[in-house]
């Protein structure tokens, strides 16, 4: 079988999802009605769901299906001595430039001539290179300017490691074995941008794999696997997303290899997800400070050893982000455009629409006994205004799989039309079997 092509990027493609985002209530701009606020996001009715669906899905995979994860929810505040082990205080930084000409701020490694300003286009204008630490500093305390520092976390991994002992305790689990997290994480980002790929607040899915030494490297490359196959399993065509190793000088000082799992954006590729081998640098760092032993002891072989860990870490918002992108669909339907959001049933925010056909009140009892009869089992919809073709073009383009029709011969046949997302086809239904009929079809 052939390979299929590698995916190209898609400028068009860009405006067309933040439009639908903005006008179908996925993403609205924050504090809009003030003048926005760079770099943070609100997530709509539509967008509120679909990203619960992604977490959704990443914690069925990496907790409910598995015997060897359990799942935290660590504080996001914590003291600075957490990040002053962990090594973020020193080199959770990026290099800062300003513009003397044009006054415009630059990452200088994001630079493609690290002497001439994108801005302007003048070289030789930039002042020295310096170090600007990404973390988000306040004061816990009742008086201002006299409480203790603290940080909102950069990222979930920390509050991950100062439980391993607790975990270890509580669970009776022993290596291999995870830890799993999802959260918001904090970081003061010289230049956010394209939507919400990269933003000052966002949301992480994380587990820290803790396995023996000398078995890190095989979890290491089982770890890559899982992860890349739940994006295409998802629905993400193969040929637009990918593995790529991290070269030698891309690598954090505790690393033994990372790769990132990356999508082919409409600006190219960029990363969804990291999978990094951190070996026991966390533990043993942690450990150090606190003066505690973060270690295992392995009662059989009488072996005591501080476990390796293999660390999948997502963005759940960049994730959402591109399984819209790539279920967004446009195609011609009797000389008109359709467009559709062809999501995976598991991540579409609603399941099933149901649509009397009329506003008429003779409609509205058997549609809401319906309606009644699915919300149980799913997220539904119920929409009675305008023509059906047009809610059922609406419908396609926030990604509902499928829409129940109630009309008129409903009232004599007990029976309702049963509508495809992708196919369009239609069937018709009982009533009494309208919650079989829906589950099967959607697959769970």
């Known amino acids: 079988m052939a390979e ?38 609100d997530y709509g009715p539509l967008g509120v769901l679909m990203l619960r669906n992604v977490k959704d899905a990443w914690w069925r995979s990496m907790v409910q299906l598995r015997h060897d994860v359990v799942g935290l929810d660590a504080a996001v505040l914590s003291p600075p001595a957490v990040w002053e082990a962990s090594g973020h205080l020193a080199n959770f930084s990026d290099p800062l430039v300003d513009c003397t000409n044009c006054k415009t701020r630059h990452r200088q490694d994001n630079l493609d001539d ?33 409480g203790h520092d603290v940080y909102l976390r950069p990222e979930t991994a920390q509050g991950i490691f100062l439980n391993f002992k607790n975990v270890l305790n509580t669970t009776r689990k022993k290596p291999p ?40 490297l095989q979890w290491y490359e089982y770890w890559l696997n899982e992860r890349l196959n739940w994006y295409i399993d998802l629905g993400i065509p193969a040929n637009q997303v990918m593995l790529r190793p991290h070269a030698e000088d891309e ?8 790769s990132d799992v990356e999508f082919m954006f409409p600006w190219g590729w960029g990363e969804l997800e990291g999978i990094a081998n951190r070996g026991d640098f966390d533990l043993k760092a942690h450990a150090a400070a606190a003066n505690e032993k973060l270690e295992y002891f392995d ?51 609603y399941k099933v629409a149901v649509l009397p ?28 205004t305008q023509a059906i073709g047009r809610r ?32 369009m086809e239609q069937v018709r239904v009982r009533v009494d079997d309208i919650v079989d009929h829906v589950t099967e079809a959607l697959g769970f």
């Open 251 to 258: 690598l954090s000082h505790y690393s033994a290899g990372t």
């Open 299 to 349: 009662q059989a072989s009488g072996e005591r050893y501080v476990p390796h860990v293999i660390e999948p870490a997502a963005g759940a918002t960049r994730a959402m982000m591109a399984f819209l992108m790539a279920a967004y669909v446009e195609e011609e339907v009797n000389d008109d455009v359709r467009t559709v959001l062809k999501l995976d049933p598991r991540l579409a925010p």
């Open 357 to 384: 056909l009329s506003k008429k009140d003779v409609l509205r009892p058997l549609a809401h006994s319906v309606l009644e009869a699915l919300q149980p089992h799913m997220m539904t919809e119920y929409d009675e």
């Open 177 to 216: 074995f995870g830890i799993a997290q999802i959260g918001k994480s904090f970081r003061n980002e010289i230049t956010p941008g394209n939507f919400v790929f990269r933003t000052r607040e966002f949301e992480q899915m994380e587990m820290e794999f803790f396995v023996h030494p000398d078995e890190a």
């Open 4 to 41: 299929p092509e590698v995916a190209v990027p898609n400028a068009d493609l860009f405006d067309k999802i933040v439009n639908l985002c903005k006008r179908r209530g996925f993403v609205y701009p924050s504090a809009e009605i003030y003048g926005g606020f760079r770099s943070a996001y």
């Open 114 to 146: 690290p002497n001439t300003c994108p801005s302007c286009g003048k070289s030789g204008t930039f002042t020295e290179a310096r170090e600007f630490n990404l973390m988000f500093k306040t004061q816990a305390g009742p008086v201002e300017g006299a």
């Open 392 to 423: 059922y073009r609406r419908q396609d383009e926030i990604g509902t799989p499928l829409c129940v029709t109630i009309d008129f011969d409903s009232l004599d046949d007990n029976a309702v039309t049963v509508r495809d997302r992708d196919t």
